[in-house]
């Protein structure tokens, strides 16, 4: 028996969500008294995966079947059902990423498991199996009883603290190939959009709305986020005037994210932002309007003229960082 943890990467590097999930298997295999074993797959080395045993997997499990090289939900969740099958698995844990959130049920499916979507927290094992998730946009949180011999779990993105030790994982290599009915899909080409650092995964976001006036001022945001070492986002209004790329709408009609510092500027703060937003660790504020929304949701607020306040944090960030 064992904790199995899904292993995300791109382009043949590890996601920093994966180190997470990784620590959190490894904390709750060392609860259930079961071995923390990752599983990975596609086009990656064998020296990446090695670096996983520094966060608590014992073993890597590597299924690099030509039919696996590229991502497809139904034959991911059969690579990962069946390693979870031989490992025998009572718990299988995966990022709650995009590109998971149509596999994960799948898994949950083939393996007749219980699910659980969008986990903040450590599971409370000391009296049955619960876990916690947010609820109604953010808005409450919910406790949820599994009582399934087999569990699948997502974990939110920063949610967890990854904790990097010393160590090697073993790596074997598994020979799954995907069934016809799992391999419909055919990926003939993917292309990377952007260098840019990815929103669910940032650590730190910069977010602005129509506050800017124009897109001829986003290069302050630009510079703002730079200097922060942080992601770029924006509100659904000034995605949908072209300002900014759709990629870039967080929300709950975009990206929900869960990052250590949100800074949303000139953004007033409509409930639909909120439930995308609300799981960060700490939100700050900058909105000439005293009366915004956004304020009681926020940790630090600044009321003002952002075209005036921007430079000036920019300006003072890149100050800090110069004495430091």
Wanted: charged content about 20%.
């Amino acid at each position: 028996m064992s904790v199995l943890v899904y292993v995300e990467h791109s382009e043949g590097k590890i996601k920093k969500s994966s180190f997470e999930a990784t620590t959190y298997g490894k904390d709750l295999s060392v609860m259930l008294n079961l071995p923390c074993v990752a599983v990975a797959i596609g086009n990656i080395s064998a020296e990446e995966l090695k670096l996983l045993g520094a966060y608590g997997a014992s073993k890597v499990v590597h299924c690099n079947s030509p039919e696996l090289s590229s991502f497809s939900a139904q034959s991911y969740a059969g690579a990962v059902a069946s390693v979870a099958a031989e490992e025998k698995a009572k718990v299988v844990l995966l990022s709650a990423s995009f590109s998971v959130k149509g596999m994960a049920p799948r898994v949950a499916v083939k393996l007749q498991a219980g699910f659980a979507d969008g986990v903040i927290s450590m599971a409370d094992v000391s009296s049955g199996f619960k876990v916690r998730k947010g609820a109604f946009s953010g808005k409450a949180f919910a406790n949820i009883s599994m009582y399934s011999d087999i569990k699948v779990i997502t974990i939110s993105p920063n949610s967890y603290k990854i904790l990097k030790g010393e160590g090697s994982a073993e790596v074997v290599i598994n020979s799954y190939k995907p069934g016809a009915e799992e391999n419909k899909v055919k990926v003939k080409e993917t292309i990377r959009a952007t260098d840019k650092i990815s929103l669910p995964e940032a650590e730190i976001v910069v977010s602005a709305g129509r506050g800017m006036k124009g897109p001829e001022n986003w290069g302050m945001i630009e510079d703002l986020a730079a200097s922060l070492g942080a992601a770029l986002a924006c509100s659904k209004p000034v995605a949908d005037a072209g300002w900014r790329p759709h990629s870039e709408h967080v929300g709950q009609t975009g990206v929900t994210i869960s990052p250590n510092l949100y800074i949303a500027i000139g953004i007033s703060g409509a409930i639909q932002h909120l439930a995308g937003v609300s799981s960060s660790k700490t939100i700050v504020v900058i909105n000439k309007d005293p009366e915004a929304p956004f304020f009681k949701a926020a940790d630090f607020g600044i009321v003002g003229d952002a075209l005036e306040i921007v430079p000036k944090l920019t300006d003072a960030v890149k100050r800090f960082k110069a004495a430091h």
